[in-house]
């Protein structure tokens, strides 16, 4: 059983760019979850999949942010128009929603962008 | 609203000693759930324990321990006998039940352990 998978790993842009991360969740999770992370804090909750369905968006997550699930599987993050703000790790997170108790968020190792 | 708070930016130990990271909650609800999160450097966020909020009973998992008190709305965490391995952030989360499952992280306790 593979974990949560993000790529890239890092990306450098200059601001002004478009840019767009991946993530693959665990096969069998229905539940997808983005998070921001800035140094020296605790991740941020931006968005929430179940299915192919966003069911809840931070109010962090600008007009400049989109993410998808099409298919319920795999996530796409985009960020237009990227910003020296924008500079964090981007995490991915999983879970399977079978009922309260077991939904532990499995965390992938985070997509880091900086923007120069 | 939600908060959790880990008033320790950094705990420096030498090996075999014990380490315990203090985190405290502010939540409504009745029913919620705490989690301990380990980041290594490597960055991905590793599981270690949850507890939910209408289970007080403390346990030990091999060299976890956690002390959940509502009525100071804590839930500590303890690793016994530290080895350098154990250096990392250690995040604390808060998960509410109408909350769709999203986290509430504090801001991390940077855990260091020397040889």
């Known amino acids: 059983d593979t974990g949560v998978s993000q790529d890239p790993r890092h990306k450098i842009t200059k601001r002004g760019q478009n840019v767009t991360f991946r993530c693959d969740p665990i096969?069998?999770?229905?539940?997808l979850y983005w998070y921001r992370q800035t140094l020296g804090q605790g991740p941020e909750f931006l968005t929430y999949?179940?299915?192919?369905?966003?069911?809840?968006k931070s109010r962090l997550l600008s007009d400049r942010f989109s993410a998808e699930r099409p298919k319920g599987s795999f996530s796409t993050l985009e960020i237009q128009r990227t910003e020296q703000g924008d500079s964090a790790m981007y995490l991915c997170?999983?879970?399977?929603?079978?009922?309260?108790?077991?939904?532990?968020?499995?965390f992938g190792a985070g997509t880091r962008l900086s923007v120069l | 609203a939600q908060k959790v708070t880990q008033a320790q930016t950094e705990i420096s130990v030498v090996e075999k000693e014990d380490v315990t990271l203090d985190c405290v909650y502010e939540?409504?609800?009745?029913?919620?759930?705490l989690f301990w999160y380990k980041q290594p450097p490597s960055g991905e966020l590793v599981f270690l324990i949850r507890?939910?909020?209408?289970?007080?009973q403390n346990e030990i998992s091999g060299r976890y321990s956690w002390n959940f008190q509502k009525s100071t709305s804590s839930f500590n965490f303890t690793i016994t006998a530290s080895q350098v391995v154990d250096s990392a952030v250690y995040f604390c989360?808060?998960?509410?039940?109408?909350?769709?499952?999203?986290?509430?992280f504090g801001a991390g306790t940077q855990v260091v352990v020397t040889p």
């Open positions: 096969s069998e999770h229905n539940r």
């Open positions: 997170a999983s879970s399977l929603a079978q009922d309260a108790a077991k939904n532990i968020q499995y």
């Open positions: 999949f179940q299915n192919e369905a966003q069911l809840e």
């Open positions: 989360a808060l998960r509410v039940t109408d909350s769709w499952g999203k986290l509430q």
């Open positions: 507890r939910n909020s209408f289970d007080e």
């Open positions: 939540t409504r609800d009745t029913t919620y759930y």
